[in-house]
């Protein structure tokens, strides 16, 4: 059974931090990242890894404040995000694929095959 589950999202006040899971289980990944949607919006990919090398790529909207990391032992994946601000604000999916792929220079390449559920995380001001 192949499945995603993510976990850790939360309401925390702007400029604060929160860290995202997510549990993959049923097959072994090449690339795992993370998207998010905010209501009105298009999805975004914000962070991708290698689970070969971990070497990160990130989006421009994101890139200095989250660091994503992957834990091979466990076949986990994290997101930690820092310095939120209210744009943060989405549903955020885990994602991942079984081949490797390229990310894009500003994540907009990647077009994984496996997804989560989504967890919320809300930014007040």
């Known amino acids: 059974q192949v499945r995603l589950v993510e976990s850790g999202g939360g309401s925390v006040q702007a400029g604060g931090s929160l860290k995202l899971s997510c549990a993959a289980s049923?097959?072994?990944?090449?690339?795992m990242g993370w998207f998010r949607q905010a209501p009105g919006k298009e999805r975004e990919a914000i962070a991708g890894?290698?689970?070969?090398?971990?070497?990160?790529y990130y989006a421009d909207s994101v890139e200095g404040r989250f660091t994503i990391s992957h834990d091979n032992a466990n076949n986990a994946l994290y997101l930690q995000m820092g310095s939120l601000k209210p744009d943060d604000t989405a549903m955020y999916y885990c994602a991942a694929d079984r081949l490797s792929q390229r990310f894009g220079p500003n994540m907009e390449w990647w077009k994984p095959a496996y997804w989560g559920q989504g967890t919320q995380v809300t930014v007040s001001s």
């Open positions: 049923g097959v072994t990944f090449v690339t």
């Open positions: 890894i290698y689970t070969t090398n971990h070497h990160p």
